[in-house]
């Protein structure tokens, strides 16, 4: 966690900065955002389907 804390402050500096390094920083700024990404989906996949469970149930006991 530590890792990626630094990664990410680094990364940030080098925006704020200006760096010339566009290439490397888009690079980065895109597998930020991906990983960002797959960790909403993977998020939003298993509440789903908690939530899903849970109307389920609640579905079955105001049948009987």
Do not use: C, D, P, R
């Not at 804390?5 to 680094?10: A, E, G, M, Q």
């Not at 925006?15 to 010339?20: A, C, L, R, T």
């Not at 490397?24 to 908690?50: C, D, H, K, Q, W």
């Amino acid at each position: 966690m530590e890792k990626l804390f630094v990664s990410v402050l680094t990364f940030w500096n080098g925006i704020v900065n200006g760096e010339k390094e566009k290439g490397a920083t888009a690079t980065e700024y895109a597998v930020l955002v991906s990983f960002i990404a797959l960790i909403i989906i993977g998020g939003v996949t298993i509440f789903g389907n908690a939530l899903s469970g849970w109307f389920g149930t609640l579905a079955g006991k105001v049948a009987q």
